[in-house]
């Protein structure tokens, strides 16, 4: 399919001081080697990605720079690399006290909080592979998650350790409990007791670069979610996307107001940011605009990376809240996670004073791939260019390239620095994005222009972006058919001006029960306590039958056709 759009808006550059002076020339020129020799491997041949981003600014001299500041509703705290560093080194202490080593699956179950930054480094500091667990999962998605990894620790908060089934996991032998009180369960140990106890001093494991450093669980259209792993190696891209596309400076103060509990939280959130020296700023707590201007104007923020939905819910709340706050020390603001619209762009050029720039990358490329940068102009609308050291290009079902203005799979050529090394327990999962060599398929599907930006058009399979978080289907519909009341259940994504998606679900109810408001509120309630809120569907139809192929897979395209009011398409899998 060809489409023509109009494109002639243009947001010039708006300053010269960036640290990636000419795309074009980076485009030619620059080679992944480049940014090697920055880091301690190119002369030992060992790394540890968590020594890079913290001791080292100790070993440089850079200790008494503020690493993080961060903030909720009940506590308001800052600490320097040298403060993190022996943070991270008595946790990775406390993780070999427990007779934890390299390789073992430790995961962060909590909010967002200095001793999350803590855990999750001081993990990677001893070699284990760490795993973060978004704090809105419910049971059932807590237990998927740990019984897939196999395991070993969990370090949580005595709220949410009620969602971890213990019993049921028989590979997991510590649960570390920071802030408990009193008594601690079967397997516990208090956080704060062992970091007491442990040293400030710590023999780093050395890693090749090709081993195992987080493990980020995300959704598909199938199946359970994917447990898509990471290795060190993924640093170099952090870095050298954070100095390029963030404009990260040591002098920066940077807030990524993404939970750690996802991609974005880790890599702009933890890596990124230290890698290059730059404050990292983490607010707790819920979103509201008061809260997120005044963030920014107390903390002085000068760059600042958050998602279309937020940045739609500030535009919602009016510029005269904007006004409120002195929010000049902004100098760079970037979005991921969905579409980023034209008009919230201009929104920004109007408010801030500053383009948005957005950003498009995955889970599983674990890192930016297509961005736009301070010193290209943008086209609102547009994701932008591939990043320098990386080539995407718009391919059909076979592979080959399509010319431009043509709609086609948005495909990246393997491999680069941060893309997945594996999914856990699922080679074949693996295998399926690259099965058209060279091509990493990405599910996206998107058309370039003449002047080479890239233009998102949808997912190509049935996954949904609500609010930038990505939902599979198949989860939520599994969840559905748990209810005593429902028989069977198809979800959808349905198109949603604030959040981009929302999860829509189509039920045949069992035989016996009623359609009606309550059981749409209690259904609604099941799948927010069983799985997670944001995974609970908006909005639920009944229908007698659903559309289901010969083979029994509901067709979601179908369901997608009514609820669009379009052609359903082809149905000759149609069940009858
Ligand atoms: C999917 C990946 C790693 C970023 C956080 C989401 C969508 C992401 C954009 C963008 C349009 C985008 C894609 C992608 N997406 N960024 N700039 N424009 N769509 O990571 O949960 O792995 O989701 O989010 O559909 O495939 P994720």
Redesign the pocket.
Known sequence: MTVKLNEQELIPVMSTDNNLVSYEEAYKNFTWEDVEKEFSWHSTGKVNAAYEAVDRHVDEGRGDRTALLFSDASRNESHTFADMMALTNKFGNVLRSLGISKGERVFIFMPRSPEFYTAFLGSVKIGAIVGPLFEAFMEAAVKDRLLDSDAIAIVTTPQLKERIPVAELPSLKHVIVVGAEGETGEREVSFEKLMAEASDRLEIEWMDREDGMQLHY?SGSTGKPKGVLHVHNAMIQHFQTGKWVLDLRQDDIYWCTADPG???GTAYGIWAPWLNGATSVIRGGRFSPEDWYQTIEQNRVTVWYSAPTAFRMLMGAGENIVNKFDLSSLRHVL??????NAEVVRWGLKVFGKRIH????????GGQMICNYPSMPIKPGS?GKPFPGTYAAIVDDQGNELPPYTMGNLALRAPWPSMMRKIWNNPAKFEEYFKLKPWYI???SAYKDEDGYFW?QG?VDD?I?TS???VGPFEVESKLVEHPAVAEAGVIGKPDPLRGEIIKAFISLREGYQPSEELIKEIQEFVKKGLAAHAAPREIEFRDKLPKTRSGKIMRRVLKAWELGLPTGDLSTLED
Do not use: A, I
């Not at 957005?358 to 490329?365: I, Q, R, S, V």
């Open positions: 995300t996802w991609v974005t979005s991921v996670g969905e579409p980023l957005d950003t498009w990358w995955m889970t599983e490329t994701m990405s599910g996206d998102f997912r996954v972006n930038g978080e990505r």
